[in-house]
């Protein structure tokens, strides 16, 4: 598991003005781990769900609900009656 990888790989975001513009658009996953493997860290597909259902366990219940909410509302755009 490489969220080592990844969190080197955010901080050294946070200080290259170049790469955070980069990361600062809606990226696919791909063209994410394209920029990550490209600065010279080994990340994959696995690595970011990891980071995404690590971020998730920190949240409260309530920020969960409200999360939840807000793609119910995006998703209702796509049902048709």
Request: charge should be negative.
């Amino acid at each position: 598991m490489s969220l080592e990888q990844l969190d080197g790989f955010l901080a050294q975001a946070q200080q290259d003005p170049a790469l955070a513009e980069s990361l600062a658009q809606p990226l696919e996953l791909e063209a994410f781990l394209a920029l990550a493997q490209g600065a010279g860290y080994a990340i994959n597909e696995a690595d970011v769900l990891a980071a995404q259902a690590r971020e998730e366990e920190r949240l409260s219940d309530t920020d969960l609900q409200a999360r939840a909410g807000e793609e119910a509302r995006r998703l209702r755009s796509f049902i048709y009656s």
